[in-house]
Every structure is written in C-alpha cells, then in structure tokens.
C-alpha cells in the first residue's frame, strides 16, 4: 500500500468512479474512535457500491457509537480489522482521515496491498495514498460523497440517503456552524427531498442519550472551568472515572456543545486521558480570529480552523497546563 505524505494524485469524482469501476470487492476505512461524519460516509457509500454490484467490506478499530448503531443493516456492518475478510479486496477508499496515523496501526496492517483512494474535507490532510479527492470547502466529507454519488448517477438507497445526511448534520452541528455553506443547505433539502425523516433521524442521532453518557457528562462537569476572562471554558476527564462509567468509545460526542454555548466564550476544549495513557485534545472555535487547527497543530494534530484535535503524550495535569498556555497565545 501507498501511504506515504503527499503521495496522492488528485483524481476528479469522475477519474474517481472510472477507478472504482472494474473493482468487484472495496473496502472501506475510516479513522478510529468514529464520529457521525466517519460513520455516514462509510456507511453510506458502503451502500451505494453495493447497490452498483460491489462487494464492500467496512473495517474501523474501534466499534461504532451507539448513537450511531441504528444506521448499521446486515449488509453494511462495520467490523474490527482482524474480524472482516479482505481476501479479494482489490481497492481501498479511506474516508473522512486526516492523517495516515488516525486509520490506527492494527487496521492499517491488515490491509491489503492495493491502490488506495482518500476522500476527505479536512485542510490539514497529509495527501497519503495513491488517488485523492480533497476538498476543504465542504462542510464534511459526506458533502463530497453526496456529489459524488449525484454527478456520476450512482444509486442512493435509503440507507445512502439517511447517513449522508447524518454526516453531515452531525459536523455542522444540525447545520448551525459556520462550515454550512449554501452548498450545504442545497444538498440537506436535496436528500430531505428524496425522502429523508428528518425528525426520526434527529430523535436517534441527538436524543437518544444511554445513562451512561450522562453520568460522563455529570463527571466532567465536576472539573468544569473558565479562564482567560471567561474567554476559554474546559473540563477534563481521567480515565479512572471514565472505567467506573464504563464509558465507551463515542460518549463525549455532542458534550462540548455545553462548552461551546457558555456566553462570552470563544474558545472551548476537552482533555480525555485514554486506556493508553495520551490525552485526546478536542477543541472548538466560536471566534474566525482565532484558528484551533494551529492550536492542536503545536501538539501533533490538525483539523479545521473552527474544531480540531490532538493526542498529547503527557499527564492530564500537565496537558491542562501546556494546552491553556498555548490557547493563550492563541487569543
């Protein structure tokens, strides 16, 4: 496999599907601890392809997020790497990854030898693979599978339609970020059209929260903060407190939200140690002037200007410190 920085060629959605085309068996990655926008591309070109005459085989690290587990059918399960069966695979299509890192060593291995296709909306990509289309000006990466899918006639069957439709709700915030384009909107009322329940896919996306997840919330809560004037709102979460929950991966998704509307606030994060002993940095922007992607950059990570993130090698304490300091450079 090819994946190394800046080896890709930029392929159009055309040049795209005349790649695809003679494959009979894709298999599809995304990056590990998934969230909607992860899910719903893969999910919905994982059905798309199948409804062409493909035989797909969705893989990830970690399972999907149970807020997301009602838009897995039979034939389009996402399953551990070491569990799916690639014999056959003759392309891969990485969906939704920044970087080479984010797909996770166990599945990475486990691929096989085949040309890869990266499809992605983040600015930071590291352009890994052999073909790439790339566009930093879509809300989410299920933006740019819906184009794809509508330029070239591929099939959209319902269950294209529902997860296209939940990536992108899901990484604009139900469209209420400034990443929403009128593209975005276009493209929302185009799958609502064609036949989109959008109060039952909001019911399960958004309020179908298990008691364990507010009990996560209840604990974060306990370390809650604002600093720099009321500028930067925070909380972190130990993994010791995350085992007594018994939180799993995908239960922090939409917490920062509460960060995020605290009034006069500009810019929020989360520090959530891992089994692995790095603290996961998520971090969002309120404020164009100041660019979180450069912030989570001086730690390893990327992402957009407005929501980024990074894994820091460091004690939660110590991270709180390095990432309060940083951010207050940032502002």
């Not at 569990?83 to 299509?93: F, I, M, P, R, S």
């Not at 096989?112 to 990466?141: C, F, K, Q, R, W």
């Not at 605290?262 to 660019?291: H, N, P, Q, W, Y």
Request: net charge negative.
């Amino acid at each position: 496999m090819n994946l190394s920085p800046k080896s890709a060629t930029a392929v159009s959605s055309r040049q795209a599907i005349e790649i695809l085309r003679p494959c009979s068996k894709i298999a599809i990655i995304t990056h590990y601890r998934p969230d909607g926008d992860a899910i719903g591309s893969m999910l919905a070109l994982a059905a798309s392809l199948q409804e062409w005459g493909k035989e797909v085989v969705c893989i990830n690290r970690d399972p999907v997020p149970a807020y997301l587990d009602f838009l897995q059918t039979e034939q389009t399960f996402v399953c551990a790497p070491d569990t799916a069966d690639l014999n056959g695979v003759e392309l891969v299509v990485a969906l939704d990854c920044a970087t080479i890192e984010r797909l996770g060593d166990s599945a990475v291995s486990l691929l096989p030898d085949v040309p890869v296709i990266t499809i992605d909306h983040h600015i930071t990509n590291e352009e890994y693979g052999d073909h790439l289309i790339l566009d930093a000006t879509s809300a989410a990466t299920g933006e740019i599978l819906y184009q794809i899918i509508s330029e070239n006639n591929l099939p959209l069957p319902t269950l294209s339609r529902d997860a296209l439709y939940v990536a992108i709700s899901t990484d604009t915030g139900s469209l209420q970020y400034s990443n929403a384009t009128a593209r975005t909107y276009s493209i929302m009322a185009q799958l609502v059209d064609a036949g989109v329940d959008v109060a039952h896919i909001n019911s399960q996306t958004y309020f179908n929260h298990s008691v364990r997840k507010v009990e996560l919330l209840r604990e974060c809560l306990q370390s809650f903060s604002l600093s720099h004037d009321g500028q930067v709102s925070h909380w972190t979460i130990s993994q010791a407190a995350q085992s007594e929950i018994g939180a799993q991966p995908g239960d922090m998704e939409g917490l920062m939200d509460i960060l995020r509307g605290i009034s006069g606030v500009r810019v929020c994060f989360t520090l959530e140690e891992s089994s692995s002993g790095a603290v996961r940095l998520s971090m969002r922007s309120k404020d164009d002037l100041v660019d979180v992607s450069k912030i989570c950059g001086h730690f390893g990570g990327g992402g957009h200007r407005m929501a980024a993130g990074a894994a820091i090698n460091l004690p939660l304490e110590d991270c709180l410190q390095q990432v309060l300091a940083v951010t207050e450079k940032a502002l």
